[in-house]
């Protein structure tokens, strides 16, 4: 029932900017947890950043000071916003979100957004 969408992947030239949105679906509650994951070719899908209802912020140590997280908590939207990309930026990006409902913690992926990042 409840799903996300992503949007904002492009290509990118190093040093540029991308800002990428979510929006959840199919729920009025609150997300407990919105937020960004990637998967680089040949690589692990990792932690980018996550906002918690809780106005928690957790960032990798990789995109501190370059990525910004932000949420509409009221529409269920959550942003990235990634200035000073580098080519190793360059992943599959995924929405993230975590929903407690019918008495269990429930998580949620978008369909991720290809994001490049040229050097």
């Known amino acids: 029932q409840v799903q996300l969408a992503e949007s904002g992947g492009d290509l990118v030239q190093a040093g540029g900017s991308l800002r990428l949105s979510c929006a959840a679906s199919?729920?009025?509650?609150?997300?407990?947890?919105m937020g960004w994951y990637r998967q680089s070719a040949g690589k692990e899908r990792e932690l980018v950043a996550t906002?918690?209802?809780?106005?928690?912020?957790n960032y990798a140590d990789s995109v501190k000071g370059r990525f910004t997280i932000t949420r509409d908590y009221g529409k269920n939207t959550v942003d990235l916003q990634m200035n000073s990309l580098k080519p190793e930026d360059t992943a599959v990006y995924y929405c993230?979100?975590?929903?407690?409902?019918?008495?269990?913690?429930?998580?949620?992926w978008g369909q991720g957004t290809q994001v490049t990042v040229s050097s």
């Open positions: 199919g729920t009025v509650r609150i997300m407990n947890v």
């Open positions: 906002l918690s209802s809780a106005r928690s912020r």
């Open positions: 993230y979100g975590v929903l407690a409902s019918y008495g269990e913690r429930q998580v949620f």
